[in-house]
Every structure is written in C-alpha cells, then in structure tokens.
C-alpha cells in the first residue's frame, strides 16, 4: 500500500515531535512507561536516534517492566501525561491489577492531554512473532471512570507477513463503564517494516481511521474526555510462537496533534 499525503489540512497543527534533536524531548514526553507501578529503572525506555527518527527497542537482556504483576512482559514505551496517587495508593494509571499500589510516587502531568483532533504517527517496525508495537491514547483518570482508549494502531508481529499486516484500531471501554469496546482488525496489503502514516480524527461524534491518509472505517461511540498518548513496543512472553530474535525495533518519523478549527 502505498503512503498518501494526507490530501486536506486536519486542524491546527498543535503538537509536533520530528525527533530531529536526538533526544526525547521533556516538554513533549515522559520518557517512561507507567512509572507509578514499578520502580524508576524499569519504567525508562530502551531507544536510540537514527537519522533524525527515534528508534524504541527491546534488546535481549532488557528486564520486564513491572515482574511482580504484569510477568515477563518487556516494554519501552513513551507517554505525554501522567496520573496516580501517593505512594501506596491503589489509584493511577491503567490499573491493570486489581492488587496494584503506587511504587514511584511522580507529580501529575499534563504535557498534551487533547479533547478531540486528528492524530497521527509516521512509524514503521521490525517485530517477531510475539512483538507489539502500538500508538494509542486513553483517559487521564483523575476520574477512574474516565479511562477509555481510542487505539490509533496497534500490530502484533505474529499477524504480519512481507505482503500483508492486520492492522488494529477502535475504541476500547478499559474502565469505562459508558463505552463499550469496538476494535477492528483487518488484513490489509502493506508492509509494517515500511514507513505508513497511521491517523485518527476524533471529535464529539466519534472517531475516523485512516491509513496512509486513506480512512478505513467511523466508530460512533468515544470517550468525552481529554485523553493521552502513548507510544511503545511490547514483548508478550506467553505469545503462542515465541521469537528467537535478538532486538526489536519501533522506529518513529514524527507524532503530530491537530485541534479542530
């Protein structure tokens, strides 16, 4: 599938990283993955610069991000806004465990928490069976309730091949008692180790998706409330077909945010 520009302006261009200073840029990003459920070392990612793009990895020593609760999963993942309690507490984040306490106590943080726009990320990857590279926003939660998702991409290697990817997207419910979840997941002709565009344009009416500036399907229902991104490549140890390659890689053009005009 060949990448198409994007063939009409989207809104006001409102946030822009081209990682072009080879550095993750403080003001734009954390530089950690759900830091408030595991200690400070495992919640930083694994990444280097090459040729102006950031490039996430999982390296073959790298630890799981959080053992005590989420396994053997590995993760180098960047986020634009950070909520939890006090250390100790049970409210934060993507409480994924129901036996989860606040390990690294951080202030909140609103770097770019958008209600409503077009988003998109120019990405591609290198990724084994039980990789997962995603692009995906969710509710802040200072309400617990307001933590939706609107899932911008997400691939699994063990679904990609040279000719073909399935492509995931939609909304997720998480927490959200007023959502209920429609993700989508189609196979489609291209290639996830080439450059692709990967958009959403999300107002009050529901959500669009669009590849390589071509959109694939409207979902109605979505959250009404401010939502953050996040940005990473997973490791799945209990993925059916295990991978026996060394690194793994997310490589990162440029994340832009548009408001509506």
């Given at each position: 599938?060949?990448?198409?520009?994007?063939?009409?302006?989207?809104?006001?261009?409102?946030?822009?990283?081209?990682?072009?200073?080879?550095?993750?840029?403080?003001?734009?990003?954390?530089?950690?993955?759900?830091?408030?459920?595991?200690?400070?070392?495992?919640a930083i990612p694994h990444h280097h610069f090459e040729d102006d793009h950031?490039?996430l990895r999982l390296d073959a020593d790298q630890r799981p991000w959080c053992?005590?609760?989420?396994?053997?999963?590995?993760?180098?993942?960047?986020?634009?806004?950070?909520?939890?309690?006090?250390?100790?507490?049970?409210?934060?984040?993507?409480?994924?465990?129901?036996?989860?306490?606040?390990?690294?106590?951080?202030?909140?943080?609103?770097?770019?928490?958008?209600?409503?726009?077009?988003?998109?990320?120019?990405?591609?990857?290198?990724?084994?069976?039980?990789?997962?590279?995603?692009?995906?926003?969710?509710?802040?939660?200072?309400?617990?309730?307001?933590?939706?998702?609107?899932?911008?991409?997400?691939?699994?290697?063990?679904?990609?091949?040279?000719?073909?990817?399935?492509?995931?997207?939609?909304?997720?419910?998480?927490?959200?008692?007023?959502l209920k979840t429609e993700y989508h997941e189609d196979k489609l002709p291209?290639?996830?180790?080439?450059?692709?565009?990967?958009?959403?344009?999300?107002?009050?009416?529901?959500?669009?998706?669009?590849?390589?500036?071509?959109?694939?399907?409207?979902?109605?229902?979505?959250?009404?409330?401010?939502?953050?991104?996040?940005?990473?490549?997973?490791?799945?140890?209990?993925?059916?077909?295990?991978?026996?390659?060394?690194?793994?890689?997310?490589?990162?053009?440029?994340?832009?945010?548009?408001?509506?005009?």
């Open positions: 599938m060949a990448q198409i520009e994007n063939p009409k302006p989207r809104g006001k261009l409102v946030y822009c990283d081209n990682f072009d200073r080879n550095l993750i840029d403080e003001s734009k990003w954390i530089a950690r993955y759900l830091p408030h459920w595991t200690t400070p070392e495992l950031l490039v053992p005590e609760h989420d396994g053997g999963v590995k993760c180098s993942s960047i986020q634009t806004g950070h909520f939890s309690g006090p250390r100790g507490a049970a409210n934060g984040q993507l409480r994924f465990n129901k036996n989860l306490k606040v390990v690294t106590e951080l202030p909140i943080s609103k770097l770019y928490v958008p209600l409503h726009g077009y988003f998109e990320v120019r990405a591609k990857a290198t990724i084994a069976c039980n990789n997962m590279v995603a692009f995906w926003m969710m509710g802040f939660e200072e309400h617990p309730e307001d933590s939706g998702e609107i899932t911008v991409m997400e691939i699994f290697g063990r679904n990609c091949t040279a000719s073909t990817t399935t492509f995931g997207y939609g909304v997720k419910q998480a927490g959200d008692p007023r291209f290639d996830v180790s080439e450059w692709h565009v990967y958009g959403a344009e999300w107002n009050a009416a529901g959500v669009t998706h669009f590849l390589d500036g071509k959109p694939l399907c409207h979902v109605k229902q979505v959250p009404q409330y401010p939502l953050q991104f996040m940005l990473g490549i997973y490791e799945l140890p209990n993925d059916p077909q295990p991978s026996k390659k060394q690194t793994a890689t997310f490589t990162i053009d440029y994340v832009k945010g548009y408001a509506p005009i």
